[in-house]
């Protein structure tokens, strides 16, 4: 669906123009365009996000300690290539974890750890070591849409999602325009989140019995990411 359309759509919703013949004039169309931005960026920001999983590749960056993921909101599994055969996954690891470790700042080497930086437009990956090459990498987690302008395509991963964000901007219209809540809007708003709470993936993480615990000094405990969800 165009944003334009979704824009008129969302219009007639919240009641701000006629449901019939009335349409939306420039200045609508800027405030629209805003406001649905404005709820993409909140998904990113807030971790409040639909629960559809995608696969991201790209490579990782020669000699830097930070690799930039936008619009990435939650990593799954993340692995990279090296050589054209040999893949080698990553482990994640809390801030903590990551910046109490005793590292060489100016090692360039295939990198074996990372920590997720959640920003304002996606995930920076902290790495170590800094990749020496520009390895290629792949990813499975949580994306969420890029920004939008007013002739672009929206690229909502089902009917659901898109219907979701229709609603989600009709209510964010009514308060711009000084207009109260409406219980229909309100309504479809939770069962659509009622109905993505339901898909959301699940991380299990493999425990240790206590004589696990024992032999397992620094080492990560082994887990597993089962991934339950659609994949787009």
């Known amino acids: 669906m165009l944003v334009n359309n979704l824009i008129l759509r969302a219009f007639r919703i919240s009641g701000v123009v ?3 013949g009335e349409s939306t004039d420039t200045t ?7 406001a649905l931005n404005r709820l993409i960026n909140f998904e990113i920001i807030s971790g409040s996000h639909i629960a559809l999983l995608k696969e991201v590749s790209g490579n990782l960056i020669q000699g830097k300690e930070i690799t930039p993921v936008p619009g990435m909101i939650e990593i ?6 090296l050589g054209a055969n ?5 482990r994640e690891k809390t801030l903590q974890r990551f910046k109490s470790l005793a590292t ?3 090692l360039n080497a295939p990198p074996s750890i990372y920590y997720p930086k959640r920003t304002e437009s996606g995930i920076d990956l902290l790495l170590y070591a800094h990749p020496a090459e520009n390895y290629p990498y792949e990813m499975q987690g949580i994306r969420a849409l890029d920004n939008v302008l007013i002739n672009s395509e929206i690229m909502g991963d089902t009917v659901f999602y898109t219907d979701y964000l229709l609603y989600l901007l009709a209510d964010e219209l ?11 809007i309100t309504k479809r708003i939770k ?6 709470g339901q898909i959301k993936p699940r991380d299990y993480t493999v425990e240790l019995s206590r004589l696990g615990k024992q032999a397992y000094c ?3 405990p082994a887990s597993a990411q089962i991934m339950q969800g659609w994949y787009v």
Request: proline share 5%.
């Open 18 to 20: 006629a449901s019939k």
């Open 28 to 34: 609508q169309e800027v405030e629209g365009v805003e």
């Open 86 to 90: 040999l893949r080698i996954p990553f």
């Open 191 to 196: 069962m659509y989140q009622r109905k993505f």
């Open 218 to 220: 620094q080492n990560d």
């Open 76 to 81: 799954l599994s993340f692995q990279y290539y």
């Open 174 to 184: 009514r308060l711009t325009n000084n207009r109260g809540p409406n219980t229909e």
């Open 104 to 106: 060489v700042t100016t």
